[in-house]
């Protein structure tokens, strides 16, 4: 240990520690926050049910894809610097959000929104691990780092409901300038960065260009799917497109000197087999939270407060989960038996979710909420920690970054394909009930009291509509379930790594690295 000198502690540690959360907790709340304002968006933008998953996925999947490509930008060009653009950034793509005059100016602010994320979050990571050099110090920093992480996707959620209920659904989008601003305030006079750390190596253009094209194409393929049919010539070329861009990707990453991946990171068995287990159950995630939002809101009738309310139970259970079993047991109990039964059990609340009816009670759907947090908070934390099992420590940055990306991608492909899953179902349901369009009432057309049998068909056409989506929804939510389930088998099948066996020092020098998520650079 004698080459692993610990420097001089940072004395404004605890303050970059707050400005770090806030930037992390702006990026996090943008990916539900939106969720619960896209109805009220939906209908002041006027696009279709097909495209509101782009409003979404556009933020993803701009996030997920450049994610590797911003932690090397950090790396060349400095963090504080990085940080503080990713902040400006995020700010101004924000206020063009919430500035939209029409759905393809909301998506591309999205669109930016992510780009500029892909800056902030490996950034912010990276200042981090280099502002708490003490084992303990940095346990409790990334435990708290967490903690904000995990429990910002909820605030979002609530945020969103009040921001959209008692102002304006484009308030969703302005509340990040303000939380920019002190965030940018705090990194020009709180935040330092040690001199020197800078990695002098080439980027590998061939490779961001590579693996960013083959998502989108893939996430692009999905939400054709949904319009053109799984069979059609475009969803077919779209996956086909991807399936050989990421294979050039790989192929690339092997060659170059200096690649965006080394593949190492992702070929040993405990930490890919964290990455696909973390991806799958995001999916399942993902789409759950987009279904049971419209669900609340346009079946059972909730206002924005109330659904992201309803939401509360669910991050009390994930809260619990991720601090008194996760974080608790990690360290003492191998990953597998954490993450496979967490992921179980977020699958039995999943179940719950699927028995939702046109007029099912919040009673009924508060069960699957819990057990969905409690499993998923129980599976993350030591997720977290197989990032960097065993990693050399030129590498935990990447390494760190591929758990956002296999998230954030998840994320993305969980929501167009299930949002295809779900819009199929409900066309299904509608033909073979024989339901009924909705009539429409002609533009201009003078209004004229209609007669009681009217109503009663006009009544008896809009249960089938509602019967539709909800059979729609309880499609997706099975498929969901069955993400959590694979997700669950692959964590018990593949990872050996966690508990005792990952304890050892950070930069101990013989490749390994704490059992927390660090970013070494």
């Not at 691990?129 to 409790?140: C, G, I, L, S």
């Not at 399942?284 to 109330?306: A, E, K, S």
């Not at 729609?472 to 005792?500: D, E, M, P, R, Y």
């Amino acid at each position: 240990m004698s080459d692993n000198v610990v420097p001089q502690a940072d004395p404004n540690r605890w303050k970059t520690l707050g400005f770090l959360g806030l930037a992390q907790l702006m990026v996090v709340l943008d990916a539900t926050i939106v969720n619960i304002a896209l109805p009220t968006a939906q209908k002041a933008l006027h696009f279709s049910d097909t495209n509101r998953s782009w409003v979404i996925t556009a933020y993803a999947l701009a996030f997920g894809g450049l994610l590797l490509f911003g932690g090397r930008i950090s790396d060349m060009w400095g963090r504080r610097r990085t940080f503080i653009t990713g902040l400006i950034g995020f700010a101004g793509a924000s206020a063009i959000g919430g500035a939209s005059q029409s759905f393809a100016m909301l998506v591309g602010a999205r669109a930016l929104q992510g780009v500029f994320g892909a800056l902030l979050a490996p950034a912010a990571l990276s200042l981090l691990t280099v502002t708490f050099t003490e084992a303990k110090e940095r346990a409790k920093a990334f435990g708290i780092y967490g903690a904000i992480a995990g429990g910002g996707g909820a605030l979002g959620l609530m945020l969103g409901g009040v921001l959209t209920q008692y102002l304006n659904w484009r308030w969703t989008f302005y509340i990040n300038v303000p939380f920019a601003i002190i965030a940018v305030l705090g990194a020009l006079f709180v935040i330092r960065e040690p001199a020197g750390g800078l990695n002098r190596n080439r980027l590998d253009i061939p490779g961001v260009v590579l693996v960013s094209a083959g998502l989108v194409s893939l996430v692009y393929g999905f939400t054709e799917a949904s319009e053109k049919g799984w069979g059609a010539s475009l969803t077919i070329g779209l996956f086909i497109a991807a399936a050989v861009l990421l294979i050039a990707f790989v192929i690339v990453e092997r060659t170059v000197k200096a690649p965006l991946l080394p593949l190492r990171v992702v070929l040993d068995r405990n930490r890919g087999g964290s990455y696909l287990a973390l991806g799958l159950a995001v999916i399942g995630m993902f789409g759950l939270f987009l279904f049971l939002t419209y669900y609340m809101q346009n079946i059972l009738q909730y206002t924005p407060v109330t659904t992201g309310f309803a939401f509360l139970p669910m991050v009390a259970g994930m809260i619990t989960g991720s601090t008194q079993i996760g974080a608790r047991l990690m360290n003492r109990v191998p990953a597998r038996w954490l993450m496979g039964p967490g992921f179980v059990v977020a699958a039995m609340g999943m179940l719950i979710l699927t028995q939702i009816k046109v007029d099912t009670s919040y009673w009924q759907i508060l069960p699957g909420l819990v057990l969905m947090g409690l499993g998923m908070g129980t599976a993350f934390m030591p997720a977290m920690s197989l990032a960097t099992f065993r990693v050399r420590p030129t590498d935990a940055g990447v390494a760190s970054a591929m758990v956002n990306t296999s998230q954030q991608v998840g994320g993305a492909i969980g929501t167009a394909a299930l949002s295809t899953v779900a819009t199929s179902a409900t066309n299904a349901y509608i033909s073979s009930h024989h339901v009924p369009p909705i009539p429409q009432v002609p533009a201009g057309h003078p209004a004229t009291p209609p007669s009681p049998e009217m109503m009663q068909k006009m009544h008896e056409i809009m249960a089938g509509h509602a019967q539709a989506a909800v059979a729609g929804f309880s499609h997706a939510i099975w498929w969901s379930f069955g993400f959590l389930l694979v997700a669950a088998a692959i964590a018990t099948a593949l990872l050996n790594g966690g508990g005792k066996a990952n304890i050892v020092a950070a930069g101990s020098g013989d490749g390994e690295v704490a059992d927390v998520p660090v970013m070494a650079h």
